[in-house]
């Protein structure tokens, strides 16, 4: 059963501070990714890394960046958070070949 | 614009009735998912489609690959059932998402 675990499931912070999100999953995923979801946008791709220190920009990079350190890892860092990245927060993982993304429980961010 | 396009946005529905949620997508794919989110957050696979038809409990998924549409159908609807329904498109190494279907169900 394929697990995907984030750190945190609501998280406050202020702007200007540094955020990690981790992300954790036990199946010896190679690709992983970070989503954030908003109301009326749906799901949209932050970051995605296909192998151990890989890492490729999606669709709205801009203000987050991501680490790879671990296979099992995949981390989103927030250098400078801001009100406009309040959100919610996904990550996903995939097996290379598979078709079925399994994503962690979210975490809410709110950033005052 | 949007590859992969959901109707309706938002849908309420009395115990029992039954539910019919539309994706349309633009782009050549390779699967199809159909996703569903409680409150809460949480993301679970419902369906993958490649082709025709598959059914799970309550739950039937439908996809026409000519037509480039899918269907997801709910018999007999339940409150538990109330969610936020993601179609997604796989296509090469690439996912797009629908915005959702927020489902309502009423006692």
């Known amino acids: 059963d394929v697990k995907v675990t984030q750190s945190s499931r609501y998280l406050v912070k202020r702007t200007g501070e540094k955020v990690f999100l981790e992300c954790v999953q036990d199946m010896d995923h190679e690709n992983m990714f970070w989503y954030r979801q908003d109301p009326g946008l749906g799901l949209r791709l932050i970051y995605f890394?296909?192998?151990?220190?890989?890492?490729e920009k999606g669709d709205i990079p801009e203000g987050y960046s991501v680490s790879r350190e671990k296979k099992e890892r995949f981390s989103l860092i927030l250098e400078s958070a801001s009100t406009n990245q309040t959100s919610m927060y996904l990550c996903?993982?995939?097996?290379?070949?598979?078709?079925?993304?399994?994503f962690g429980p979210g975490t809410r961010l709110l950033v005052l | 614009k949007n590859e992969v396009e959901q109707s309706p946005q938002n849908l309420t529905a009395q115990e029992g009735e039954f539910i019919t949620i539309n994706c349309s997508y633009s782009?050549?794919?390779?699967?199809l998912h159909w996703l569903q989110q409680h409150p809460g957050g949480g993301i679970v696979s419902l369906f993958m489609l490649s082709s025709g038809k598959k059914k799970h409990g309550r739950l039937i998924a439908t996809i026409n690959i000519q037509e480039k549409h899918s269907s997801l159908h709910i018999t007999a609807s339940h409150p538990r059932d109330s969610a936020v329904y993601i179609c997604?498109?796989?296509?090469?190494?690439?996912?797009?998402f629908g915005t959702g279907t927020s489902l309502t169900v009423i006692p």
């Open positions: 890394s296909y192998d151990v220190k890989m890492k």
């Open positions: 782009v050549g794919i390779s699967a």
């Open positions: 996903a993982s995939r097996g290379t070949g598979g078709e079925t993304q399994y």
């Open positions: 997604a498109v796989i296509t090469g190494n690439q996912f797009y």
